[in-house]
């Protein structure tokens, strides 16, 4: 650590395996904006599938997002963190499919059936906008500008639920890896790698800094990680550290959008990780 203090100390052994061996297994990128690729293909996601199509692994990308023209899935969500995963939604969203791409913005308010919408993201041929107001399903196929500059109307062909997490089953109000895995990703067998690419937003926004917090975001970890081996035992599982790449709180955060943080929070994390799951 930054005391010079080791951590963890094991050995490994290397295994050299054909890639044809490893070519075709099904992999989950599950994460935040960094695994995120839906605004272009220079994601982290996309690096990965190029790294192992170098080495001629052609891998199974599962996941119910859009990842631009590669053709890749995901499941990376821009401002997610770990809590986010493991607890029910809070805010229910819906996919609305467009022919064309409107001009619209995150400050732009529509309406459909009584309802009210503000955008939450753009796909590469949907709208994901979040329910501010009503209780009332979409009806028709037009939303209609009650606030902002975007345009006065937008068409769409047709809508989903895209509820805010994915791995949450709003049926039996439970995190549900199998449910995901099945049911949204259309995957029959067992997922064989998780990769997870999370730790910036749980130290970030209007989280606090005790132990108290350090306790929740750590037992977040966990419970996403159980949640994928109860469905899939055999699943490895890679846990990204997340970077501390500034000096200070007011830097880091600065460097992601926020205005405060503490670098420490995801150092904490990230020792929890190297305990916990290298051991």
Known sequence: DQFNNLLVEKVATLHVVDATAVSGKSILMLGDSWTDINSGDKGYTSYVD????????????IGTRDAGTSGLKHEGIGGYSYITF???????????????????????????????????????????????????EPSGNTLTRTSGTGDETITFTSWTVGGSNPLWNTVTNKLDFTHYRQDLCGLSTKLDICNIQLGVNDSMGSLKITKADWATTLSAVTTLVDAILADSPNCKIIINLA???CPSPTGWASLHGFGSSDPKRNYQINNYYLRIYIN
Do not use: C
Not at 50 to 61: P, Q, R, S, V
Not at 93 to 119: E, Q
């Open 50 to 61: 190029k790294a192992l199509k170098e080495m001629g692994i052609t891998m199974n990308f």
């Open 86 to 136: 493991v607890n029910a939604p809070s805010t229910v969203r819906f996919k609305f499919f467009v022919d064309d791409m409107p001009s619209i913005s995150s400050d732009d308010i529509y309406s459909n059936n009584g309802s009210t919408y503000k955008l939450f993201e753009k796909g590469s041929n949907y709208l994901t906008m979040s329910r501010q107001s009503g209780s009332t």
């Open 243 to 245: 970077g501390l790449d």
